[in-house]
């Protein structure tokens, strides 16, 4: 069957022209599945080709800002206007609070971001543990990772096999490495260059290190701060890893 990913924002929180605040779209058969909804996520859809009715499935894999950002606008976008409503139902998944989260929106929003009856399923996952997502052709299977309460990763199969994992937002953890395990391919964070560690984000050789650990066959860093324009982030990764490697744009398309 096999996974095509489309990266749709490979940057941050911080403004940029070149990366929008992070996202991406799994092509499986014919599911649109989009993870994260950061500033530009609705304008880089449209440039990949798509459009946010094609979109079935909603993966969240924290609740900051530069992660959930349009969903407001995606939901205010669906609604409006009459002519283009969404008329398709569609699932958004993501940790435990996820209804509070939508339930704080809609006391700001109220009937403009409220959707025709059954047209949008709110599931959330356990954020202390093991969790999964079933679907009729992929099976989704979550861990929490080391960032924020509301964060987890996800780890998407195919019936043939096929595997792509994602962190989200983590530092280093064991469950970023068992999440990932001999994933087809692992989209994982890289916030900045090793000299700028922060606390709950990785660099580019603890991904490295995850991806070497885990046993990934493709790593995909994305997430990056503008910090890491200046810097071998290539080269940092290479300490701890040495397989095949791609450093994320914004509209980039990778087939798995």
């Known amino acids: 069957m096999g996974i095509k990913v489309t990266i749709l924002g490979s940057g941050t929180c911080v403004p940029s022209l070149r990366r929008s605040s992070s996202s991406f779209v799994l092509q499986i058969h014919g599911s649109l599945l989009l993870f994260d909804l950061g500033a530009g996520t609705m304008r880089r859809l449209l440039e990949a080709g798509f459009t946010i009715s094609q979109v079935s499935h909603i993966f969240l894999s924290h609740l900051h800002p530069d992660h959930t950002g349009e969903f407001v606008s995606f939901l205010f976008a669906t609604k409006y206007p009459q002519t283009y409503r969404r008329r398709t139902p569609f699932q958004v998944i993501a940790a435990k609070g996820m209804h509070n989260f939508y339930e704080g929106l809609h006391a700001v929003y109220k009937e403009w971001i409220e959707l025709e009856p059954d047209l949008m399923k709110i599931i959330e996952l356990d954020n202390h543990g093991h969790d999964q997502f079933v679907d009729d052709i992929f099976l989704v299977n979550t861990l929490?990772?080391?960032?924020?309460?509301?964060?987890?990763?996800?780890?998407?199969?195919?019936?043939?096999?096929?595997s792509v994992a994602y962190s989200g937002d983590t530092d280093f953890c064991e469950n970023a490495v068992a999440l990932a395990r001999d994933a087809d391919i692992l989209i994982c964070e890289s916030s900045l260059p090793d000299a700028m560690k922060v606390e709950g984000h990785l660099t580019p050789s603890l991904a490295g290190r995850i991806a070497?650990?885990?046993?990934?066959?493709?790593?995909?860093?994305?997430?990056?701060?503008?910090?890491?324009?200046?810097?071998?982030?290539?080269?940092?990764?290479?300490?701890?890893?040495?397989?095949?490697?791609?450093?994320?744009r914004d509209l980039m398309v990778v087939d798995v």
Not at 144 to 162: L, N
Not at 221 to 247: M, N
């Open 212 to 248: 070497m650990e885990a046993g990934v066959k493709k790593l995909l860093l994305t997430h990056f701060y503008p910090e890491c324009d200046s810097a071998d982030i290539e080269a940092e990764c290479r300490k701890t890893y040495d397989g095949p490697l791609v450093l994320a």
């Open 144 to 162: 929490p990772m080391c960032h924020i309460e509301s964060s987890i990763g996800y780890r998407v199969t195919t019936a043939d096999g096929t």
